[in-house]
T-cell receptor, first 111, second 113 residues
Framework: QKEVEQDPGPLSVPEGAIVSLNCTYSNSAFQYFMWYRQYSRKGPELLMYTYSSGNKEDGRFTAQVDKSSKYISLFIRDSQPSDSATYLCAMKGTNAGKSTFGDGTTLTVKP | NAGVTQTPKFRILKIGQSMTLQCAQDMNHNYMYWYRQDPGMGLKLIYYSVGAGITDKGEVPNGYNVSRSTTEDFPLRLELAAPSQTSVYFC????????????FGPGTRLTVT
């Protein structure tokens, strides 16, 4: 079993839709939970991070972490065609340099 | 700052050839990483380094070697290239082990035929 499992997708939604992207994990030592966005033929870029449990909001994006269920989500409100990309969840412990990545979910937002 | 740079952008190798993928960062980061990303898949860690002179294996190190003689540079060496090494290779860096953010380069697309 993988340490991090990500809903595979792909997802295709109309512009303006609410999108939910999800990952589950098995390692209780994970404390940092990140979402990276990767446009086609580019390197990933950090979109949001959350430390421990709770919610974090940044504009149209909301990251949620439920450590009791070992489940994290990224919500995108009012999705735009410019949100079309692959979204990778990533997690790490407090001191460990290495992050563990999910396999990514490819999102297409149609105008 | 240029951030993380990688060369070359593209390369085609014949089976059995060798090559070095170059990676450099100008952010004075201690930690550097090499990943491969196969189509439709996530990032698999090949090797990482916590500082000059210190390297360690990731989850898929076979067929690769690394060195870290300076803080800035972290080259990845492929010996005896095989078709299974066809992939996109990303180099990344982070300030320290406790940092949550990794900064990625633009990637090198490698095809082995």
């Amino acid at each position: 079993q993988k340490e991090v499992e990500q809903d595979p997708g792909p997802l295709s939604v109309p512009e303006g839709a609410i999108v939910s992207l999800n990952c589950t994990y098995s390692n209780s030592a994970f404390q940092y939970f990140m979402w990276y966005r990767q446009y086609s033929r580019k390197g990933p870029e950090l979109l949001m991070y959350t430390y421990s449990s709770g919610n974090k909001e940044d504009g149209r994006f909301t990251a949620q972490v439920d450590k009791s269920s070992k489940y994290i989500s990224l919500f995108i409100r009012d999705s735009q065609p410019s949100d079309s990309a692959t979204y990778l969840c990533a997690m790490k412990g407090t001191n460990a340099g290495k992050s563990t990545f999910g396999d990514g979910t490819t999102l297409t937002v149609k105008p | 700052n240029a951030g993380v740079t990688q060369t070359p952008k593209f390369r085609i190798l014949k089976i059995g050839q060798s090559m070095t993928l170059q990676c450099a960062q100008d952010m004075n980061h201690n930690y550097m990483y090499w990943y491969r990303q196969d189509p439709g898949m996530g990032l698999k860690l090949i090797y990482y380094s916590v500082g000059a002179g210190i390297t360690d294996k990731g989850e898929v190190p076979n067929g690769y070697n690394v060195s870290r003689s300076t803080t800035e540079d972290f080259p990845l060496r492929l010996e005896l290239a095989a078709p299974s090494q066809t992939s996109v290779y990303f180099c990344a860096s982070s300030y320290e082990g406790g940092s949550y953010e990794q900064y990625f380069g633009p990637g090198t697309r490698l095809t082995v035929t």
